[in-house]
């Protein structure tokens, strides 16, 4: 049986490893969804070891890591600061990034990640968490909806030069659900 991810902050030593792992997690993501060289652009822009290296380091940001003995299976970022005026919960926090490798999906590990993402959010005194998700991920959106995420608005994403609409969701940090799990991914 595969052991269970663990969880850890990010640090600046994790520049390297983090930049391949979101590289790929964002391909994998998307890869069906939109241009792969839209993709590539993201991706070499958001991604590249120095920007990953900026992001260990903003002061801002929050990078939790999920790993698998020395390997990265997962991140997520949390991010203070800006919020669209739709959201209106106390103390917000941004989900920004939440992704795990295809080979640690469906086994309950994203379930696992968003615990983490829980406690941390509580230890920055956040109240309110917020994400906004591409409309075609449903994967996601099903994720974030079966766990209590409620939609309440909309924002622009600017993305391989178009301007997509992103359904925003949020929820107070204490009413995130943590349902059983349906099999459901499974047979998929
Ligand atoms: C979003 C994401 C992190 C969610 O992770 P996940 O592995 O799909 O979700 P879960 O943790 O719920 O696990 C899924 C399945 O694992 C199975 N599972 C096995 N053991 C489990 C356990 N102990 N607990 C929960 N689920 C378990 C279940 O079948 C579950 O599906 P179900 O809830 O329909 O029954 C993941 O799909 C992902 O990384 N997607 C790509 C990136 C992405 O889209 N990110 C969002 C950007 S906004």
Redesign the pocket.
């Known amino acids: 049986m595969t052991p269970p991810l663990t969880f850890r902050r990010g640090s600046a030593d994790d520049a390297e490893a983090l930049a391949l792992l979101a590289a790929q997690?964002f391909l994998?993501?998307y890869r069906d969804f939109e241009e792969v060289q839209d993709n590539t652009d993201y991706v070499a822009k958001h991604f590249r070891v120095p920007a990953v290296a900026a992001l260990l380091a903003d002061p801002q940001a929050t990078t939790l890591l999920a790993a698998s003995g020395a390997e990265l299976a997962?991140y997520a970022v949390l991010r203070a600061g800006s919020t669209p005026s739709c959201v209106t919960g106390e103390k917000p926090l941004q989900l920004e990034?939440?992704?795990?490798a295809e080979a640690?999906?469906?086994?309950?590990?994203?379930?696992?990640?968003l615990r983490a993402v829980q406690a941390e959010a509580r230890r920055l005194g956040a109240l309110t968490l917020w994400?906004g998700?591409?409309h075609r991920?449903a994967?996601?959106i099903r994720?974030y909806e079966?766990r209590g995420f409620c939609q309440i608005g909309e924002r622009d994403f600017p993305f391989g030069g178009r301007i997509f609409v992103d359904p925003v969701y949020a929820i107070a940090v204490d009413e995130i659900r943590f349902?059983e799990?349906?099999?459901?991914?499974?047979e998929s």
């Open positions: 997690t994998e993501t997962g990034r939440f992704y795990l640690a999906i469906g086994r309950g590990e994203g379930t696992r990640l994400l998700v591409y991920n994967r996601a994720f079966a349902p799990p349906t099999g459901r991914s499974r």
